[in-house]
């Protein structure tokens, strides 16, 4: 597993489960399961292990590319997904503007 699908697995662990180990839980695996395939850049997981995260919540083509939504269509991932946007509340792009200097222009850049 490459470095960038290793962080996004991850990221998504950590958001959805609060941590690796707990997402494993989850899956009925071992708490060092995923440590293999993060630690060797040329394993990769099988079709079942796949099909587990999908449904668990995670988007495979995000996992893979980057890109999308990092929740699946799946019930847990929508799920999932619906918890999250309720976290989020939205800031208007004026507001940032307002109150921009050099140092949170890196803030700024990543919201949009």
């Given amino acids: ?3 960038e699908e290793s962080n996004r697995l991850k990221e998504f662990a950590e958001i959805s489960y609060g941590s690796l180990s707990e997402l494993s839980r989850h899956l009925k695996k071992t708490n060092n399961f995923f440590s293999s395939y ?14 587990k995260l999908y ?8 996992l893979i590319s980057g890109y999308g939504s990092m929740f699946s269509n799946s019930k847990i991932g929508l799920q999932l997904q619906k918890e999250r ?3 989020i509340n939205p800031v208007s792009y004026t ?3 307002a109150h921009e200097t050099p140092e949170h222009l890196v803030c700024r850049l990543l919201l949009e």
């Fill in 55 to 62: 449904e668990a919540g995670l988007n495979i083509d995000w």
């Fill in 85 to 87: 946007s309720q976290l």
């Fill in 1 to 3: 597993m490459q470095v």
């Fill in 95 to 97: 507001h940032l503007r």
């Fill in 38 to 51: 993060i630690s060797n850049p040329k394993k990769y997981f099988g079709w079942r292990v796949l099909k």
